[in-house]
């Protein structure tokens, strides 16, 4: 946070918590004010997703009627208008569909360095989007990956996340 440090400089010697923006070279405001951010999503109805990946497994909701596998689980089907859907367990490994690389990071995201983000196909077919863990230059479009579940650095929860397969 350079800019924040400018910014607190710039109050005492100038009188506004202005800084120069590196590469643009213009005049910038620096808003010291910190914003904390908190919301409520409700999951009540995806329950058991939650439930199983705090015991390292992976589910998520079948349409009965149509078979359409969703992930993250829906409690509805789009296709077939109902609500009854199945919970099924995902198999693990798949192939490596894309990466990319996020150096700018949205605010919920600033405290990590750039991460990846990639898309694995698993083998039955699902694609779950999820960070990617390891060097990106290792891995290419193709590779055998598998899904995770560990506890995340820095908030602590559980979440899944996509690993190479070794060899
Ligand atoms: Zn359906």
Same mark, same amino acid.
């Given at each position: ?11 005492? %010697? ?19 004010? /910190? ?6 999503? *409700? ?12 015991? &390292? ?5 079948? *349409? ?15 296709? *077939? ?7 099924? /367990? ?6 490596? /569909?894309?990466?990319? @690389? ?22 039955? &077919? ?34 899944? %996340?996509?690993?190479? @397969?070794?060899?």
């Amino acid at each position: 946070m350079e800019y924040r440090k400018a910014g607190e400089k710039n109050i005492k %010697e100038y009188g506004f918590p202005v800084t120069i923006d590196e590469k643009l070279g213009t005049l910038q405001w620096v808003d010291l004010r /910190e914003l904390t951010l908190s919301y409520l999503i *409700c999951i009540e109805n995806i329950a058991p997703f939650f439930e199983n990946m705090r015991e &390292g497994k992976l589910v998520t909701t079948r *349409c009965p009627e149509c078979g359409e596998i969703f992930f993250p689980p829906q409690k509805d089907c789009p296709n *077939c208008m109902i609500s009854e859907m199945e919970w099924i /367990e995902l198999g693990r490994e798949g192939t490596l /569909e894309t990466l990319t @690389v996020v150096f700018v990071r949205p605010p919920t995201f600033a405290r990590y360095d750039p991460y990846v983000v990639a898309i694995v196909r698993l083998d039955d &077919g699902v694609k779950i989007t999820a960070w990617l863990r390891g060097d990106p230059e290792k891995v290419k479009i193709g590779d055998r990956v598998r899904i995770e579940i560990k506890r995340r650095e820095k908030e602590g929860h559980y979440m899944y %996340e996509i690993v190479p @397969v070794e060899g």
